[in-house]
Nanobody
Framework: QVQLVESGGGLVQAGGSLRLSCAAS????????MGWYRQAPGKQRELVAS???????YYADSVKGRLTISRDNAKNTVYLQMNSLKPEDTAVFYC???????????????WGQGTQVTVSS
């Protein structure tokens, strides 16, 4: 069974850094795009950054210049390097995979369980 497993969240002071990882487990032949979303208390889930298999990236305006997304296709893993963190970055971060192929199965969209990121002022 395919699943996304996130790691790397935690508590950090403002200005600090964290690195999130998300690994897709199972027998996977392809993942079109991978991304990170976040959801702060009382707010809607929003796309933070995404990356295609070929490496094209997208960033939300609020994180440009501070967060960097990357992926290792051989490991079916996506990373989010977060620098210069701000208290307003506090949220649960969710990993997403789009267009995931595993054997005879195709997943339009698959989500991880989420990892908490808390930035103290």
């Amino acid at each position: 069974q395919v699943q996304l497993v996130e790691s790397g969240g935690g508590l950090v002071q403002a200005g600090g850094s964290l690195r999130l990882s998300c690994a897709a487990s199972g027998s996977i032949s392809n993942i079109n795009a991978m991304g990170w979303y976040r959801q702060a208390p009382g707010k809607q889930r929003e796309l933070v950054a995404s990356i295609t298999r070929s490496g094209s990236t997208y960033y939300a305006d609020s994180v440009k210049g501070r967060l960097t997304i990357s992926r290792d296709n051989a490991k079916n893993t996506v990373y989010l390097q977060m620098n210069s963190l701000k208290p307003e970055d506090t949220a649960v971060f969710y990993c997403n995979a789009e267009g995931l192929s595993s054997g005879s199965y195709y997943y339009n969209s698959l989500w991880g369980q989420g990892t908490q990121v808390t930035v103290s002022s």
